[in-house]
């Protein structure tokens, strides 16, 4: 059986379950549940920023009946392409226009999407540790992890809020309506309230 959902439901819930987890870190006194939590808000914040995008892009393709990278678009969300390479191709696809991801907003989701990547995806050190009679060899580099703090996870949530909300501005529309859809889309009436 299936289950039906406006547009927006999946993005809306994992930016409240980012916030919520947000919050539960900046709560907690305990320094590693600080960080567990600051980097699931990270994981959180950008999967809301890459589902946005896929829906974006599905919607886009069944609404636009003639647009010509359809086949392109479709191509990329099946073969579950990288957000750096939607992010990257998928604007000027769209609106004839990229975003500028060499500073500000864009630079920003970028730096957090590297951070995501290092917290996934650990690079080895193979050289040896050793203490007395026991040898380590392969240990993972958790310095992105063992640094986090709540302030990461704040600022994660509004990297995230603030992408979609410039992708949303290359469409073209008044501003009231560009704060109203990324409210619709992120959940946060009191960021975007018109």
């Not at 930016?15 to 539960?24: L, Q």
């Not at 969300?77 to 000027?92: A, D, E, G, S, Y």
């Not at 290092?118 to 060899?137: A, C, G, W």
């Amino acid at each position: 059986m299936s289950s039906l959902a406006s547009h927006n439901h999946i993005v809306w819930s994992y930016f409240d379950i980012a916030r919520t987890i947000a919050h539960e870190a900046d709560a907690s006194s305990s320094d590693s549940v600080k960080r567990s939590k600051s980097a699931v808000v990270i994981l959180m914040a950008v999967a809301a920023v890459e589902a946005y995008i896929n829906i974006f892009g599905r919607m886009w393709v069944e609404q636009v009946t003639d647009f010509e990278h359809a086949t392109q678009i479709l191509g990329d969300i099946k073969n579950r392409k990288f957000i750096t390479h939607k992010i990257k191709t998928w604007p000027q696809l769209f609106f004839g226009k990229g975003l500028d991801l060499s500073q500000g907003i864009g630079q920003d989701f970028l730096g957090l999407v590297e951070k995501r990547n290092r917290l996934m995806h650990f690079t080895s050190d193979y050289h040896t540790y050793q203490f007395e009679n026991v040898t380590i060899k392969g240990l993972v580099d958790s310095t992105v992890f063992d640094s986090l703090t709540p302030k990461d996870a704040d600022e994660a949530i509004y990297i995230a809020e603030g992408f979609i909300e410039s992708w949303i501005r290359l469409q073209g529309l008044e501003e009231n309506h560009v704060k109203a859809a990324t409210a619709t889309w992120t959940g946060n009436i009191s960021r975007y309230a018109i």
